[in-house]
């Protein structure tokens, strides 16, 4: 069972800053790897799959990369509206068990 | 366009079973089934996998909530319904249900609004 873990919990930026959140497999998951992004209140939405391609309608300051145990969602310049909470997400090949990371905090300096 | 929404019980009693509904709607159906799964969060805490259902009505469970779920779809597949049993306060939390995308399917494209479910006497 691969086990996903994210760093750092909590990132403190401002507007304008630079985002890089990371997200590290027990053992490679290839590109099969998403991330999310979650607003209080609201359910999570996609942002990127298989590492590295943008869901339909996220902006391209969102990007992300890796392969097999090391992953890197980078947020170019940070919006007021991407202060959230980010996950990244897999599944195993077989037994095809999902599993999310525990998650990076990125709150407003 | 597809939409997923969330229905059941607000609250339950410790010991009791919960059954959640989540019913797939679509502009124009596709007539082509994509799995879904069900995922909760607790309070304050992370977003935890607990059963999916495959195209081909495969199963796939979290290792340590197997023995207290059962997902399962109708024929359509435009409802998928979670079955949790022996309830706990612990198990207090928003219950979403997602579908994965077509291309690749272990990545949930669109997601329920969840639903709110407390365990308490």
């Known amino acids: 069972e691969i086990v996903l873990t994210q760093s750092p919990a909590t990132l403190s930026l401002s507007p304008g800053d630079r985002a890089t959140l990371s997200c590290r497999a027990s053992q490679s998951v290839g590109t099969f790897l998403a991330w999310y992004q979650q607003k209080p209140g609201q359910a999570p939405r996609l942002l990127i799959y298989d590492a590295s391609n943008r869901a339909t309608g996220i902006p391209a300051r969102f990007s992300g990369s890796g392969s097999g145990t090391d992953f890197t969602l980078t947020i170019s310049s940070l919006e007021p509206e991407d202060f959230a909470v980010y996950y990244c997400q897999q599944r195993n090949n077989w037994p095809p068990l999902f599993a999310f990371g525990p998650g990076t905090k990125v709150e407003s300096k | 366009q597809v939409t997923l929404k969330e229905s059941g019980p607000v609250r339950v009693k410790p010991t009791e079973t919960l059954t959640l509904t989540c019913t797939v709607s679509e502009i124009s159906p596709t007539n082509t089934r994509m799995g879904v799964s069900w995922i909760r969060q607790s309070p304050g805490k992370a977003l935890e996998w607990l059963a999916h259902?495959?195209?081909?009505?495969?199963?796939s469970y979290n290792t340590s909530l197997q023995s207290r779920l059962t997902i399962s779809t109708d024929t359509s597949g435009s409802q998928v319904v979670l079955v949790m049993t022996n309830l706990d306060p612990v198990d207090t939390a928003t219950y979403y249900c997602?579908?994965?995308?077509?291309?690749?399917?272990?990545?949930?494209?669109?997601w329920g609004q969840g639903t709110l479910v407390t365990v308490s006497s």
């Open positions: 259902i495959f195209s081909n009505d495969e199963k």
């Open positions: 997602a579908r994965v995308i077509t291309g690749a399917p272990y990545v949930f494209g669109v």
